[in-house]
């Protein structure tokens, strides 16, 4: 069983940073794509940033030169450094792992959320 828990959000002002950080623990062989999404007010749930076990990095339209998607593979880690906020990121955000939990098979584990709040 894996537990993949998110940390990092809060209150900022527009122009403003946060980090987000989410880690993944228990039985894990690896973990394929990690990944991270929001849902605003009202909105769906949107993919913001992902990056796949060779590093490669997807990132929205909207968030593309102020958010950076990083991982340490020996930390079982992703993190979101999110620059240069804005009001319209405020959102839930949540953390997706494709999480190795067996030979061959794949874990699609979320984490709970972490609010983050930009206010203008």
């Known amino acids: 069983q894996v537990q993949v828990v998110e940390t990092g959000g809060g209150l900022v002002q527009a122009g403003g940073s946060l980090r987000l950080s989410c880690a993944a623990s228990?039985?894990?062989?690896?973990?394929?794509?990690m990944g991270w999404y929001r849902q605003g007010p009202g909105k769906q749930r949107e993919l913001v940033a992902s990056i796949d076990g060779g590093n490669t990095n997807y990132y929205a339209d909207s968030v593309k030169g102020r958010f950076t998607i990083s991982r340490d593979n020996a930390k079982n880690t992703v993190y979101l450094q999110m620059n240069s906020l804005k009001p319209e990121d405020t959102a839930v955000y949540y953390c997706n792992m494709r999480i190795r939990v067996g030979v061959i098979r794949v874990s699609d584990s979320w984490g709970q959320g972490t609010q983050v709040t930009v206010s203008s």
């Open positions: 228990g039985t894990i062989f690896g973990i394929n794509a």
